[in-house]
């Protein structure tokens, strides 16, 4: 399963890796991305993305935290690509900090469409990546869904 899992914009998007441990959240992750624009390959380790990093432009790595979170972090630090944590542990702080020294975002599971919007376009915004591609950044802030606006006016 290391066909890239792309939309038709492609080309315009940013590339993320996936690290697919070879459980559901992989699949679902992949389906959420292509849904919001990324193109989004499948890697079969962190070694793999780390080869991919320093081959082109990888905009994320997202992994299994439990997994590779010291990965992640060394990833982050070698590649300076945004490293994204998937967790199905809900006990760690809603602000992320048990995660957030090793990785520059969680998705907690199960997984939602709103929060991969979200910590996405928080991540790549705020590894600089923003400047790099500004288009995919400014979709992600839109694609939002409306009820944000409502909870916002109350």
Do not use: F
């Amino acid at each position: 399963m290391s066909e890239p899992h792309a939309s038709s914009s492609s080309s315009r998007s940013p590339l993320l890796l996936l690290v697919d441990d070879g459980d559901d959240s992989a699949v679902l992750c992949a389906d959420l991305l292509a849904t919001l624009g990324y193109a989004a390959e499948k890697v079969p380790d962190l070694a793999a993305a780390r080869a991919r990093c320093h081959l082109q432009l990888i905009s994320a790595v997202i992994a299994d935290l439990q997994r590779h979170g010291r990965g992640l972090a060394r990833l982050r630090d070698e590649c300076t690509t945004c490293c994204i944590g998937l967790t199905g542990m809900t006990s760690e702080p809603a602000d992320g900090s048990v995660g957030s020294a090793l990785v520059d975002g969680l998705l907690v599971k199960p997984l939602e469409l709103r929060q991969v919007a979200v910590v996405l376009a928080r991540c790549l915004g705020e590894v600089g990546l923003k400047a790099r591609h500004p288009r995919s950044a400014e979709e992600m802030r839109t694609s939002e869904p409306s009820d944000d606006e409502d909870a916002s006016g109350s």
